[in-house]
């Protein structure tokens, strides 16, 4: 058996995490990065032209890559290999209309609800299967840290998303009344040249005057990410608003035993335990509570930090992710 991994460019951040655990399960890859921003038709020839040379047997992408209709993965592709497509974004909030999904050969989504929703608007089985985090980056340092440098952290975007930026702001302002340490790394505005960064910094600053001190406006590697999250006592976790799957960041946060404090997502298909693995929040005053207590509670913080760092290490690294998949 041997492998075509098509990512496109925001995900090629997966890239190292795809090839190690290709590496453990002895299947060779091959991996064609695809530019969502370029017309497909010449990606399409390289593509084929790879399977050819090759002698690729499957093809998996990682979501439907698509420009005002028209799908990367085309019938020529899936009629010369088997396609197999992992959704890493809810299928049913997408509301895909692609004729050749029903010739995937197999089809995984991060979000339960795309379960039914499949069975329903297309006819088409597919599987639960989370998208989780690489072994030497996420899930290679359990041992505790000596210092924890920041009380709360959160890696990830949050422009436009109001959930996201009215959760941090009340983190934000419990930080500053009770003078803890907080780093808030992400794309909050515009920053390509100079003129973009103080109006955009200068924006944010009069909507979100609580928050502004706490952001790094920068996009991280996934080794800083893992970094930060090593260093911080409380890894905020906060999901959109319509995914109810727990999504990759609960992975690599938990994988190097670090603290979890996540909103509550769906359980039945991942047996996470608040106060067991992680702890879930429901309300920003419970979230706030939460804080408090868990910044002056070290050692029962830590010791949830290992559990769950144990228990994605043997149950949801991204090896099993691909034994799923591919039947090793």
């Known amino acids: 058996m041997k492998v075509v991994l098509v990512l496109e460019k925001c995900f090629c951040m997966f890239k190292d995490s795809f090839c190690e655990a290709f590496e453990e399960l002895d299947i060779p890859v091959v991996v064609f990065p695809a530019d969502n921003s370029r017309e497909y038709g010449e990606q399409r020839k390289k593509l084929m032209q790879r399977i050819s040379s090759e002698h690729i047997d499957i093809l998996l992408i990682l979501n439907h890559l698509n420009r ?24 049913e909030t997408e509301k895909i209309q692609d004729p050749c999904l029903n010739k995937y050969t197999k089809i995984f989504s991060f979000e339960p ?5 499949a069975k329903k608007a297309y006819h088409l089985d597919i599987q639960y299967l ?4 690489g072994k030497s980056i996420f899930c290679s340092k359990m041992q505790q840290p000596t210092e924890r440098a920041y009380d709360i952290s959160f890696v990830g975007l949050a422009a436009g998303s109001e959930k996201r930026l009215r959760i941090l702001n009340a983190a934000a302002e419990y930080c500053l009344t009770h003078h803890r340490t907080m780093a808030v790394y992400g794309h909050y505005w515009h920053n390509s040249h100079f003129f973009q960064r103080m109006i955009g910094s200068l924006r944010f600053k009069a909507k979100y005057p609580k928050l502004w001190p706490f952001i790094v406006n920068e996009r991280v590697s996934p080794e800083k ?3 930060i999250y090593r260093t911080s006592k409380i890894n905020l976790n906060i999901h959109v608003p319509y995914h109810t799957g727990f999504n990759c960041r609960t992975f690599e946060i938990l994988g190097n035993g670090n603290f979890e404090l996540s909103d509550r997502q769906n359980t039945e298909l991942i047996p996470f335990e608040s106060g067991k693995h992680l702890v879930f929040y429901h309300t920003i005053e419970d979230l706030l509570e939460k804080i408090d207590y868990y910044l002056t509670h070290d050692e029962e913080r830590e ?6 760092g144990a228990f994605v290490n043997e149950r949801y690294s991204f090896t099993n992710s691909l034994r799923v998949i591919f039947g090793k």
């Open 113 to 117: 609800k795309d379960i039914p929703y």
């Open 303 to 308: 010791a949830i930090a290992h559990r769950g």
């Open 68 to 91: 005002e209709h028209d799908f990367f993965i085309n019938e020529e592709i899936v009629q010369n290999v088997s396609c197999y497509v992992w959704f890493v974004d809810s299928l």
């Open 225 to 227: 990410c893992a970094e």
């Open 130 to 133: 989370p998208l989780t985090a």
